[in-house]
């Protein structure tokens, strides 16, 4: 065996008990409190996605009062997110599904915990509530090229 | 006696294209924080030939992160293993291939770069397409710093083969379990670009699968981290006690913390794709976890070298339960540059935890928290642990004296200043929600708050003073260099506190490379098989958006 000074042993105890509190946190938050990461959802062809299924017509959608879908494009060149406003009623639940047309893209929605990378290819989904009134800007979090820095939209809630 | 002048020759060499890349590559660092601030001077510059932000941000990762880092690590490995072992490299042509492979992939590189023809940062994500001559170039430049590990792989077997049963020095040990890590984490990077993006860019294959390209870039990409820093580990665990007057407190657990970090630095790749779409959760919490496992060998080291320091102040007259700090030889720049490195280092990784954890990471993934943590690091932590070695390294293959010694210590302390407050303003600005990798000062006219000016304004302020800084090791670098003084400065080398029999486990390759390679297969094999099942070549290239 190797020689341990006590004061390291008690070093390493403690590294081994924070690293036990960090696992157990993040796991309780992640699959019992429900703040989740995104998962895969669906495969699409980038290069028809815009022509053909609900990216054709990006917007949103009333599934029920208050409870919404959202489609959105991420496009470089010029450089947007179709659509570029959504508004929605205080209370209302939406659920984004937003992929790229191009190249990579993020979605970083502010005041929630909605921030996502964006691939052609792959749909990215994630929900959130809204429960306050106001403006909430998304912004593109990938270099895209150039107009990387013109990427943006914004979320009204009224 | 061996003067090693075979050695120095080619690591003198490494570590002149590496200064010169780091030299090239920060210019820009100052010209971004710049922008941060509201001060563009982009337009003017594209009468010198920069197109745009984004080229420099491309010239600044690649020449900061990848070359200045990978031609000093070699470069300076290589001369350890030689003066550990105490034998002259048995192929020194092979180390010199090496070199030449890693300049021809890095002319091939940079002509495109400097085009503005392959502006697609150094994470290089398709469908943004450079022109395949520059992957290749960086595929040479890989695998140039391959040979050179293979070179010190084939000095270390000769060693043996004399020295049948003897424990492998501490230097050497730790320097080849870097070189080792490195031959098996560039296993991703090398199969995304020869499998996916050459024949991609070549147009033999009309389309590329994003998710996958991505999933084999971050194979390599998070273990590239400690690549980077075992370096500067070899330097903090096995010189710094000497240069500090004392000795290693525990030798047998630094060795168990390289060979850790050789265990369990590959198989956490997906703690950068938190929010990639194509990765599930399951995988994404698996990864996340054995990321904080690493947390385990930083926490040893933490002690192991705070420890070492501490019996140099004590050896050095201090006393007291801290005042020992300040015996410490806080008039020797080497000694300075690299305590402060460090400390900002410690900062790093705290800040690193916060990015592993898993769904916390949402808050700052992909904002500017992520540069103001990587300048901690690598930026910091690494860059300026390689600048303090210089200081005694120069002197030591040169002969001649260090000039300035003022004028170095002060570089370090500027640095160290100028980088905490860079750093914090972008840690600020990252947790108000302002993204990385973009013209933040051209961006605030599209969205974000008064309150982005302050921490844009203190970007901007840390900039400058670190390019003040930066100016200032240049400055020494050439005096020294130009120096009639002469001086005779030997390579430090710690003693262990305790003089103990390493225990075969930890002098034995075999247990921790198994054990390497099985946690790879668990942490990777499901999903690569699942993404090469359905697979998705449909990504035509990008090369007209900047
Ligand atoms: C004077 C010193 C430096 C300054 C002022 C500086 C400034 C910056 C700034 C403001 C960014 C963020 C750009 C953005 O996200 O839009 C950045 C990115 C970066 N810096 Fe530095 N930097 C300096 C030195 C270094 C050093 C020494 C290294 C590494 C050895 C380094 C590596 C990087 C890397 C890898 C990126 C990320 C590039 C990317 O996102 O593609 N920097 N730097
Ligand atoms: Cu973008
Ligand atoms: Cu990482």
Known sequence: MIHVHVYEKWWIGLTVAMLIAFSLAIGVSGFMMGIQLPSPEALVNPNTVAKQGDFANPGLKELAPKKYVAYIRAEANPWKFRPEKIEVPVGSTVTFYVTAVDVQHGFKLEGTNINVQILPGQVSKMTATFNQKGEFPFVCTEFCGVGHQNMFGKLIVK | ?546
């Not at chain 2, 932590?381 to 600048?387: E, Q």
């Not at chain 2, 002060?410 to 600005?429: E, K, N, P």
Request: include cysteine; charge should be positive.
């Open chain 2, 1 to 546: 006696m061996n003067t090693f002048a075979v050695e120095r020759k080619i690591a003198g060499w490494h570590i002149f294209v590496a200064i010169f890349a780091l030299s090239l590559g920060i210019l820009f660092g100052p010209l971004q924080a710049w922008e941060h601030m509201g001060w563009n001077t982009y337009p003017a510059l594209q009468a010198v030939g920069l197109q745009s932000y984004y080229q420099g941000l491309t010239l600044h990762g690649v020449l900061n992160a990848l070359v200045w880092t990978t031609f000093f690590i070699t470069g300076f490995l290589t001369y350890v293993v030689a003066k550990s072992l105490n034998r002259g490299m048995t192929f020194p042509k092979l180390s010199w291939a090496a070199f030449f492979v890693m300049v021809i992939g890095l002319v091939m590189a940079a002509i495109p770069l400097l085009l503005n023809l392959a502006t697609v940062l150094y994470t290089m994500y398709p469908p943004l397409q450079a022109p395949w001559y520059y992957y290749l170039g960086l595929t040479l430049v890989v695998v140039g710093s391959w040979m050179s590990g293979w070179s010190m792989l084939l000095t270390w077997n000769a060693w043996r083969k004399d020295n049948k049963g003897a424990t492998t020095p501490f230097l050497a040990l730790a320097s080849l379990i870097s070189m080792v890590l490195w031959q098996i984490c560039t296993l991703g990077i090398a199969s995304e670009i020869l499998v996916l993006i050459l024949p991609w860019s070549l147009g033999l294959v009309p389309g590329i699968d994003v998710q996958l390209s991505r999933t084999l870039f971050w194979f390599t990409g998070h273990p590239l981290v400690y690549f980077w820093l075992l370096p500067a580990y070899v330097s903090w665990y096995g010189m710094m006690p000497k240069q500090a007057g004392g000795k290693l407190f525990s030798e047998p657990l630094a060795r168990l913390a390289f060979w850790l970090f050789l265990l369990l630095s590959t198989p956490l790749g997906f703690h950068h794709q938190y929010v990639d779409p194509g990765i599930p959760e399951g995988w994404k919490f698996l990864h996340a976890v054995l990321t904080l496992s690493v947390f385990f060998p930083s926490m040893l080291t933490a002690f192991n070298v705070v420890a070492s320091l501490e019996n140099g102040g004590r050896a050095r007259g201090g006393t007291g339960l801290l005042m020992w700090i300040r015996s410490l030889p806080w008039g020797d720049p080497s000694f300075t540059a690299q305590s402060l490195a460090m400390i900002v280092f410690a900062f790093g990784g705290v800040g690193g935890v916060i990015n592993a954890s898993y769904n916390v990471n949402l808050v700052i993934h992909n904002t500017a928290w992520v540069p103001g943590h990587f300048h901690t690091t690598v930026g910091t932590g690494v860059t300026l642990t390689f600048i303090g070695i210089l200081y005694w390294l120069i002197p030591h293959f040169t002969g001649k004296a260090l000039w300035g010694r003022k004028w170095a210590l002060w570089q370090a302390w500027l640095w160290t200043i100028g980088v905490a407050i860079f750093s914090q303003g972008l840690h600020r600005l990252g947790l108000l929600g302002a993204p990385r990798r973009t013209m933040l000062g051209v961006a605030t006219d599209n969205y974000g708050t008064p309150e982005w000016l302050f921490p844009r304004l203190m970007t901007g302020l840390g900039g400058t003073i670190m390019l003040i800084s930066f100016c200032v090791f240049l400055l020494v670098v050439i005096k020294t260099m130009r120096n009639k003084e002469t001086a005779q400065v030997e390579m430090p080398v710690a003693e262990a506190l305790h003089h103990e029999t390493i225990p075969a486990w930890l002098n034995n390759w075999q247990p921790w490379l198994v054990g390497a390679v099985v946690l790879i297969l668990i942490a990777y094999g499901p999903m690569l098989v699942q993404s090469i099942a359905q697979l998705q070549m449909t990504s035509p290239g990008f090369n007209g958006l900047w």
